[in-house]
C-alpha cells in the first residue's frame, strides 16, 4: 500500500495555465522529490526538495515542501501540451528507496 | 550512456511458465531497484540492492520472486510459476547515492508482463 497521497487524481487544463498538484505523506522524510511518466514509459526525474528547505524551482516548476504539515506541492506554470504526463511524488524515509504517490493525471489542452 | 536497459520490453507468458526480467543499470550508479506498477496498486517497491547486494526485499508479494544481481551491470527478476494476478509493469532503477540523501533514480523503459 502506499504511503503517499496526491490530489487531483486528474486534472485537466488549457495550455498557457498553471497546474498544480499536491501530495501527503505520513511519515518523517529526508527528502521529497517529483517524477514525470509519460504513458507508456518510464519515471523521469523533475526536482528534489530536502527536508531543511521550503521552496525549489527548476524552470517552470516551482516545489513547496511543508514538513510540518507532511505536504508538498509542484506547480507548472504557463503548461504546454507536452506537460500531458502522470506526476509522481516519491519520498525518501531514510532507507534509500523511495515511496512513491498515487500519482496526478495532467492533461493540457492545446 | 545508454541510460536504464530493460528486456524484454513485453512478456506475455501462461500461467504457471516462469518469467525472467532483466536490467542493465547505469554504468557507475550503487543503487538498483525493482518496482512493480498496477493500476490498483500504484508503484511499489519490490526489492532494492547496493553495491550487488540485497537490502530490503520486504516488498517481494511472494516466494514465487526472486531478483539477483550478480554483478553491478546486471540484475533479474524471476517469478516462478507466474500467475495471472503477476501481470503489471516491471520497471528497474538505479540511482548513485551521495551522502545520507537519496539522489534522484533513473527509471528504465519498464517491461509489461501479461500472465494469462
Known amino acids: 500500500s502506499q504511503q503517499g497521497e496526491e490530489d487531483p487524481q486528474a486534472l485537466s487544463i488549457q495550455e498557457g495555465e498553471n497546474a498544480t498538484m499536491n501530495c501527503s505523506y505520513k511519515?518523517?522524510?529526508?527528502?521529497l522529490q517529483w517524477y514525470r511518466q509519460n504513458s507508456g514509459r518510464g519515471l523521469v526525474h523533475l526536482i528534489l526538495?530536502?527536508?531543511?528547505?521550503r521552496e525549489k524551482h527548476s524552470g517552470r516548476l516551482r516545489v513547496t515542501l511543508d514538513t510540518s504539515k507532511k505536504s508538498s506541492s509542484l506547480l507548472i506554470t504557463a503548461s504546454r501540451a507536452a506537460d500531458t504526463a502522470s506526476y509522481f511524488c516519491?519520498?525518501?524515509?531514510?532507507?534509500?528507496?523511495?515511496?512513491f504517490g498515487s500519482g496526478t493525471r495532467l492533461q493540457v489542452q492545446p | 550512456d545508454a541510460g536504464v536497459i530493460q528486456s524484454p520490453r513485453h512478456e506475455v507468458t501462461e500461467m504457471g511458465q516462469e518469467v525472467t526480467l532483466r536490467c542493465k543499470p547505469i554504468?557507475?550508479?550503487?543503487?538498483l531497484f525493482w518496482y512493480r506498477q498496477t493500476m490498483m496498486r500504484g508503484l511499489e517497491l519490490l526489492i532494492y540492492?547496493?553495491?550487488?547486494?540485497?537490502?530490503?526485499d520486504s516488498g517481494m508479494p511472494e516466494d514465487r520472486f526472486s531478483a539477483k544481481m550478480p554483478n553491478a551491470s546486471f540484475s533479474t527478476l524471476k517469478i516462478q510459476p507466474s500467475e495471472p494476478r503477476d501481470s503489471a509493469v516491471y520497471f528497474c532503477?538505479?540511482?548513485?547515492?551521495?551522502?545520507?540523501?537519496?539522489?534522484?533514480?533513473?527509471f528504465g523503459p519498464g517491461t509489461r508482463l501479461t500472465v494469462t
Open positions: 532503477a538505479s540511482s548513485l547515492a551521495l551522502g545520507q540523501y537519496s539522489y534522484e533514480q533513473y
Open positions: 511519515t518523517s522524510i529526508n527528502n
Open positions: 526538495i530536502r527536508s531543511n528547505e
Open positions: 516519491a519520498f525518501d524515509t531514510g532507507r534509500r528507496a523511495l515511496t
Open positions: 554504468s557507475g550508479h550503487d543503487y
Open positions: 540492492f547496493n553495491n550487488n547486494v540485497p537490502i530490503d
